[in-house]
C-alpha cells in the first residue's frame, strides 16, 4: 500500500511541474502563431509546417495569424510566452522577437522567454535601383552620393535589414538626403520617383528585374537568382546580420517535445514543393538546429549592437 501511495504522490506532483509531459506529445491540436498578416513567406512556409505535422502525427494543427499593428510581431509573441510550455502553441518567429522582444516593455518578453527550436527562412532583402540610374553598385552608389541627393524607401527605420543598411553607409562614408517608411516598397516606388534606393524583398521587384539594378543581399549568403551581387557579409563583415525566420517555444518546454518539431520542420524545408517556392522567390531556406539558431542569435544581435552603436555617434 505504501509503495502504491508513494507512486501516486509522485504522478501528482510531476502533473504540477512546468514542463512534464505525462502523455504522449502531441494528442491533441497544436496550432503554430504567426505574429503577422496571413501571405508572406513565414506564413506560406509555416503553413507547409503544419499541414506535413498533422499528416506525420495524426493530429489537427492551424496557423494562427496575430500580428500586432503597431506593436509588431510581440503583441502575438507574448501570447505564444503566456501559453502553456508544452508544445501546443509554437510560435514563428522573426529576429526581432528574441533580440527586441525584451525591450519592448511587455512584461510576457522579459525576459526573453523562448528557445529555438530551429531557423527555416531568411527572407530576400536587397538594395535596389534602377538601372537608369548612373552607378551599377554600392561603390558607385558611395561615390554619387557624395554629390547628389540620394532617398532610401524602406519599410522601416528599426527593421533588421533598414539598420543593416544604414549601418553600412555610415561605414562607407555617405549619408542619405533622406530615408522614408513606405507600406510598399516595388517597381512603382522606383518608377514614380518616390525613392532612389529602396530596401525590399526581391519578390517585391521581380516583375521588373531587367529594369532593376540590385545592389547589394542583405543576408549571410547570395540570393539563387541574383547569384552575382554580393552580401553585406562580403563586403562589410562586421554588420552582417539579416531578418530571418525561425519556430521557438517556450525554455520549459520538454526536449522532446521540440524533437518532434524539429523532425517535421527539417523534413518539410527539405522538401521539393519548398525548394519550388524558394527557387520562385529567392527565399533562402534551410534548416539549422536549436544550437547552431541560439548561437546565430547571440551573432546577430551582437551585431545590431554594433550598429545601434555606430549610427549613434
Not at 151 to 171: D, E, I, R
Not at 195 to 215: F, K
Request: charged letters at 20%.
Amino acid at each position: 500500500m505504501k509503495s502504491f501511495q508513494t507512486m501516486a504522490a509522485l504522478a501528482l506532483a510531476a502533473t504540477a511541474l512546468p514542463g512534464i509531459a505525462l502523455a504522449e506529445y502531441p494528442e491533441k491540436p497544436v496550432s503554430f502563431v504567426v505574429p503577422f498578416p496571413p501571405g508572406d513567406l513565414e506564413d506560406v512556409f509555416t503553413r507547409l509546417i503544419a499541414e506535413e505535422f498533422q499528416e506525420t502525427y495524426g493530429v489537427p494543427t492551424a496557423v494562427v495569424n496575430k500580428p500586432g499593428g503597431g506593436g509588431g510581431p510581440f503583441p502575438g509573441a507574448a501570447e505564444v510566452a503566456m501559453a502553456p510550455a508544452d508544445g501546443y502553441t509554437i510560435g514563428s518567429f522573426v529576429i526581432d522577437v528574441p533580440v527586441v522582444g525584451p525591450m519592448v516593455g511587455i512584461p510576457a518578453l522579459d525576459p526573453n522567454p523562448f528557445e529555438p527550436v530551429g531557423i527555416f527562412l531568411t527572407y530576400p532583402f536587397v538594395l535596389a535601383s534602377l538601372k537608369s540610374q548612373p552607378f551599377s553598385d554600392i561603390d558607385g552608389l558611395v561615390e554619387h552620393a557624395q554629390d547628389n541627393p540620394v532617398v532610401l524607401g524602406h519599410f522601416g527605420s528599426f527593421l533588421v535589414p533598414t539598420q543593416v543598411t544604414l549601418g553600412m553607409a555610415k561605414v562607407q562614408g555617405m549619408e542619405y538626403a533622406a530615408d522614408t517608411a513606405f507600406d510598399a516598397l516595388d517597381c512603382n516606388t522606383l518608377a514614380s520617383g518616390d525613392a532612389d534606393v529602396i530596401n525590399t524583398n526581391l519578390q517585391s521587384i521581380l516583375p521588373c528585374i531587367d529594369d532593376v539594378t540590385v545592389l547589394v543581399t542583405i543576408g549571410e549568403r547570395r540570393i539563387p537568382l541574383t547569384p552575382d551581387v554580393p552580401t553585406v557579409g562580403e563586403l562589410v563583415p562586421e554588420l552582417s546580420a539579416s531578418l530571418w525566420n525561425g519556430l521557438f517555444v517556450h525554455k520549459d518546454t520538454p526536449e522532446g517535445v521540440r524533437t518532434k518539431i524539429a523532425d517535421v520542420a527539417e523534413r518539410v524545408m527539405n522538401s521539393d514543393r519548398a525548394q519550388e517556392i524558394a527557387a520562385e522567390t529567392g527565399a533562402l531556406i534551410y534548416w539549422i538546429g536549436a544550437e547552431e539558431a541560439a548561437e546565430r542569435i547571440e551573432s546577430d544581435a551582437a551585431a545590431l549592437d554594433r550598429i545601434t552603436t555606430l549610427l549613434e555617434e
